[in-house]
């Protein structure tokens, strides 16, 4: 039997480094290496000949040469220091991990070389430590795990839980790769409301690097495109598709392309889908917190910009499962964060009103007779129309405003503002926020919704985080589910439910994420014996998606809101075509 490397090959010497710096390139370098034997005979390590990406590393005698073994944590030149690594260590973030953490060579890399380059990274723990990398605070020990992760990959997923700090990932990744001279120019994709959110947080662990908005006149814009050299370039989804003959003919590809909220271009056939995918790049990221909202297939949009052709529409859910293996790395908070104070959900059943319930009855009524008499004219939307007209007469009565939800809401939030809390209440409609706000006067409430100028919703937010007084905020699904921290909310209330439980997921999670210093308690109001519970039924069943796909468990069937299970919520059928009449 051969014996392992460690016993053939010669045990290195132990060196000490010196760094020097070279002249930057568009970003800031590390410099290269000089080592100073115990021979003192110096001698610098020709980077670009032994083709090895690496920044200051020290191999200490004793240590392994393979990559799985090696083992730095025994030198204690080495320890890094919080105080000096990362600032002030936060009480809340977690002890540093005692394992270091490797950056591990991509499968689909396969020239000796390119692993070598990775193999012979020092951990990240190291990486971190040079003194022109500075970070606010220590990074919990899954997120490095995370930033080990994206820096060597070209095709990566970045899927953790909304939450989790996947952004944070990402500019540390991508610094440490401008650091090295790996990417030069980046284009970061994310829907207008988060470019406030991610110019912040580059300014918060990437202050170096140059960030862009691309905004401006059309002839602004186009400089933009055709002059960023360097640094980060951030454009939201609509500016894309608008601008998308300049995107596509920069001169040259950008080194990263990074999608947020990639959930955005699983429709492969929209044009937000095809203005992305066009952009030429060398690197391709996707960070979403619901890589599959209602069947694996919205999998393969994401993956025609990551990785084109590496998954086909109607794979079966193991192959899926095995093709992208390597490239999403999904956490959950439950496993990654068991410090994170609890997420305590509660149900709140209510019955209408008499006057709701009058009115529902007759509407539902009236309704499916309506469709019935249909026949052959009738379609799924006009099934919708009745679900979502029987949905808000599950919120207010619209002839007398009585509202059972508002009577059990009233009393919770009256709670929540003695006790100086803060909560956040959702609605997936303007109007009911609109009649919100009417009803809970009284308190003061902060509306962010659609309606709102862009201009002003951080202010809005500013307000809700800073003032005492203004202890509710009235916040649509959709423009208040995606990207922002309202950590310092303590209660959560869903005053009517969405169509897709990966939504209702995060806007639950704008509150109950990293920074939040006490228990979250989420209520789910439901109108019983209405469209409402039905719907609930289906929500419960489309969960399991995403357990099909990143556990182990195989996918009985393909979940989601179909058409027949539309349909049914009134035990009704899709009209079947009429026969063709035969030729006389």
């Known amino acids: 039997m051969t014996a392992p490397p460690r016993d053939e090959l010669p045990r290195p010497q132990a060196i000490d480094v010196v760094e020097f710096p070279l002249a930057p390139i568009g970003t800031p370098s590390l410099g290269c290496i000089v080592c100073e034997t115990n021979d003192a005979a110096a001698f610098a390590l020709p980077l670009e000949a032994l083709k090895v990406r690496t920044y200051g590393r020290v191999l200490p005698e004793g240590s392994d040469s393979r990559g799985r073994g090696m083992s730095f944590g025994d030198d204690k030149r080495l320890a890094p220091q919080p105080s000096v690594l990362f600032g002030k260590p936060s009480s809340r973030m977690s002890a540093p991990s005692a394992a270091a953490t490797r950056i591990r060579a991509p499968r689909d890399v396969v020239k000796l070389e390119d692993r070598l380059a990775y193999l012979l990274q020092p951990p990240l723990e190291n990486l971190l430590a040079a003194e022109a990398l500075d970070f606010p605070f220590r990074p919990f020990p899954y997120q490095l795990d995370g930033i080990a992760y994206l820096y060597p990959r070209h095709e990566a997923v970045l899927a953790d839980e909304m939450g989790l700090g996947k952004t944070m990932q990402t500019v540390v990744s991508l610094r440490l790769l401008a650091h090295q001279g790996l990417v030069r120019r980046a284009l970061l994709v994310c829907p207008k409301p988060l470019v406030t959110n991610w110019r912040r947080e580059f300014s918060q662990w990437a202050p170096e690097l140059p960030v862009t908005i691309m905004e401006g006149s059309q002839s602004q ?5 055709n002059n960023a050299n360097q640094g980060v370039l951030i454009a939201n989804y609509e500016l894309i598709v608008r601008d998308r003959e300049l995107a596509v003919n920069v001169p040259a590809p950008f080194d990263l392309m990074v999608v947020d909220e990639a959930q955005r271009i699983k429709n492969r056939s929209g ?6 995918c066009a952009i030429p790049r060398e690197r391709s990221w996707a960070l979403t917190g619901t890589p599959i909202e209602n069947s ?14 590496r998954l086909r529409p109607q794979m079966k859910t193991s192959a899926i499962r095995a093709a992208v293996a390597d490239h999403v790395l999904r956490r959950t908070k439950d496993t990654v964060l068991t410090q994170l104070p609890p997420k305590m959900i509660r149900d709140a059943d209510v019955q209408l009103t008499p006057e709701q319930w009058a009115t529902y009855q007759r509407a539902e009524e009236d309704g499916v007779i309506r469709l019935n008499d249909m026949g052959a004219e009738l379609t799924i939307q006009h099934v919708f129309e009745l679900v979502l007209r029987l949905k808000q ?6 002839a007398t405003g009585a509202s059972a939800k508002l009577d059990r809401l009233e009393a919770d939030v009256e709670e929540c503002a003695a006790s100086g809390r803060k909560a956040i209440i959702f609605s997936q409609w303007v109007d009911t ?3 919100l706000r009417g009803k809970l006067g009284r ?7 659609g309606r709102i100028p862009s201009n002003r919703r951080d202010g809005v937010i500013e307000q809700f985080r800073n003032d005492p007084t203004k202890s509710i905020l009235l916040m649509s699904y959709g423009a208040g589910s995606v990207g922002l921290n309202l950590q310092f909310a303590s209660y959560v209330f869903l005053f009517d439910r969405w169509w897709n439980p990966a939504v209702e997921d995060q806007a639950i999670n704008r509150a109950h994420r990293i920074g939040a210093t006490g228990p979250v308690t989420v209520t789910r109001f439901l109108a019983t014996g209405t469209i409402e519970e039905r719907i609930d039924r289906v929500l419960a069943e489309k969960r399991e998606l995403f357990n099909a796909v990143f556990d182990d468990e195989p996918m009985t069937r393909k979940l989601g809101l179909s058409r027949d299970e539309i349909f049914g919520l009134f035990n009704l059928r899709f009209p079947e075509p009429k026969p063709e009449s035969a030729a006389a």
């Open 296 to 309: 694996a297939d919205d999998l393969v949009g994401i993956f025609e910009f990551v990785s084109p052709g």
């Open 433 to 435: 926020i609109d009649k």
């Open 393 to 398: 007469i599950c919120n207010f009565d619209p």
């Open 443 to 449: 308190f003061g409430p902060l509306e962010y919704h």
């Open 221 to 225: 814009r186009q400089w933009l495109w």
């Open 271 to 276: 044009a937000t889908h095809e203005s992305i």
